[in-house]
């Protein structure tokens, strides 16, 4: 028999991680089909899913086989919820082990792209002609296991050489899986996969707009501060300048901004802040001049994790002291987005680094944070603050860290330095930007190593810094890859910034991508 929920379900989808590198990815792919998703553990219990009552539940692939005796596992009683479910690769095997089907240890395995021929005789759900998948087709798949006999009710509609059930199927349970990912750009129709069972197999509607989103924001904001005050932190990167926007479409004059100037942005950032927001978008603005106590604060430390941490302490005290001249504020204001959150580390992420708006958060915390874009990937802030009637310099705007280029000088961090970083920083993306690359490169900049090098200038030996100049392209800087960017392009910039630059006598160029390096060096 089909359980039938027993309350309305919402529009939601929740995507329970089982581990994998694509939860992300996978949150993302429904959200590209104008439907709300949000990854939650695997440790989630029926009942707390039953709670939230989702529209449709989506259970990720991960890196264990079913066969380990700790390989996560289900609350089982989430299969009867009767809520529609797709699960993909682990996700898959889960719903054929749980269900009474079997798992078996292939021994081959199949990785990357590979041919699926659909079961003719048996029609599917999933895989529907209309979608373009029908017919054998290319998927991608990275599997070791394999399912080798379907649960109860449950019938294969299509296979590979390595996996005869590469998608099953039970429509009167709506619960499916597919042993290849839909979600990455290389399985042909994935994304038709994905819309057909949040459209068609649950009956989502494709209404999660940025206007949605903006309009539910606003509520949310004007609930959750009522008449009281809030200030916000303006870093001069495009989250917190979108969070001030939408606060302050929710609140108009509750919303104080406070720019922390803290000696460590990029050349005349500050001077962009202040006419940007202040004289163009009208929001009350405080400039706080604070470079001689952040170079205080950092003076001696050299380790990422403390200069991190240290800054994102100070700029609570100085929000903390500028407060005191803004009607008492009890609410500060973060830009922070789902990213931020998740390299921060949760229950089930392992720390990468402590982005100053969430690890590194003193724990005496004075304020109520309002956070209205943390469930946000980048791209989607961008979509709010063009919705928003932000101007393209700042929507478009690459994304720069809280901690500024303290996280951009290994070692460190000294006035002298930093003027040193600013300049070749400034070399770098107006280069980038005279030749026209600066939209499809998510971030582009200079680093300074904490050694120096041998050269000749001018017949003269020199013995002076190493700048590495950073160029990435990413969709949400979960991932990233290093720009391919032309050599004539970059042998401007190094010539530059060789010759502009006073005691800089060597550039070199980071050719590393995420994983397994970072975007920022720090
Ligand atoms: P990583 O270096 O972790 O950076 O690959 C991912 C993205 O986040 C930015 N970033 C930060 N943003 N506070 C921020 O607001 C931070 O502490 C922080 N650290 C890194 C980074 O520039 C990249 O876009």
């Known amino acids: 028999m089909t359980p039938t929920p027993s309350v309305p379900v919402t529009e939601e989808v929740l995507v329970i991680d089982m581990g994998a590198q694509y939860a992300q990815l996978i949150a993302r792919r429904v959200r590209e089909a104008h439907v709300f998703s949000e990854v939650v553990p695997h440790t989630i219990s029926a009942a707390e899913i039953a709670e939230r009552r989702p529209g449709a539940i989506i259970i990720s692939g991960g890196p264990k086989s079913v066969h380990v005796e700790d390989s996560p596992r289900l609350d089982p009683a989430i299969y009867d919820l009767g809520v529609p ?23 081959a395995g199949e990785y990357g792209r590979t041919k699926m021929e659909p079961i003719a005789q048996v029609e599917s759900r999933l895989l529907d002609s209309s979608s373009g998948t029908d017919g054998s087709s290319t998927v991608w798949m990275s599997h070791f296991d394999a399912i080798s006999e379907l649960p109860p009710g449950f019938c294969a509609t299509a296979s590979t050489p390595g996996a005869p059930v590469a998608v099953l199927e039970n429509s009167e349970r709506r619960t499916y899986g597919v042993q290849f990912h839909p979600e990455v750009i290389h399985t042909d129709g994935g994304q038709q996969i994905i819309e057909r069972f949040l459209h068609e197999i649950a009956g989502l509607s494709a209404e999660w707009t940025m206007e949605a989103f903006i309009e539910s924001a606003v509520a949310q904001i004007r609930q959750q501060i009522g008449d009281g005050h809030a200030i916000c932190g303006l870093s001069g990167g495009v989250d917190s300048a979108v969070a001030a926007a939408l606060v302050h479409r929710a609140i108009g004059d509750q919303l104080t901004c406070v720019f922390v ?19 163009h978008q009208g929001i009350e603005l405080i400039h706080v001049e604070a470079g001689e106590k952040f170079f205080g604060r950092l003076a001696g430390l050299t380790d990422p994790e403390d200069k991190r ?83 393209d310099e700042i929507v478009w705007r690459q994304p720069f860290p809280g901690p500024g280029l303290a996280v951009r000088i ?18 770098v993306r107006e280069v980038l930007r005279d030749n026209g690359l600066e939209r499809e490169i998510w971030q582009s900049f200079a680093v300074l190593p904490d050694i120096r090098t041998v050269g000749v200038m001018g017949d003269e030996r020199t013995y002076g810094h190493p700048v590495i100049i ?5 969709e949400d800087a979960m991932t990233a890859d290093w720009a391919r960017i032309p050599y004539d392009v970059l042998e401007i910039m190094a010539s530059r910034v060789i010759n ?5 006598n060597r550039v070199a160029y980071d050719i590393t991508s995420k994983p397994p390096g970072t975007i920022e060096w720090e």
């Open 500 to 504: 502009e630059v006073p005691g800089i």
């Open 309 to 391: 941490k240290a800054i994102g302490e100070l700029f609570i005290r100085v929000f903390e002291e500028a407060r005191d001249s803004v009607s008492d504020a009890k609410f500060l204001v973060q830009g922070t987005v789902y990213p931020d959150i998740i390299e921060s580390g949760t229950a089930h992420a392992s720390t990468i680094k402590s982005h100053h708006n969430v690890g590194g958060l003193p724990e005496d915390l004075d304020f109520e944070l309002v956070e209205p874009l943390r469930d946000l990937f980048k791209d989607e802030v961008r979509a709010v603050g063009s919705e928003l009637g932000l101007p």
């Open 85 to 107: 479910i797709l699960g993909i690769c682990y996700g898959a095997q889960l719903i054929a082990s749980q269900l009474g089907g079997t798992v078996a240890r292939s021994g």
């Open 410 to 427: 290994i070692g460190e961090v000294t006035p002298e330095k930093v003027a040193l970083l600013q300049e070749a920083d400034a070399i």
């Open 261 to 279: 100037d803290t000696g460590l942005m990029r050349k005349n950032e500050g001077d962009q802040v202040i006419e940007t927001f202040n004289e």
């Open 470 to 474: 950073r160029a990435v392209t990413s």
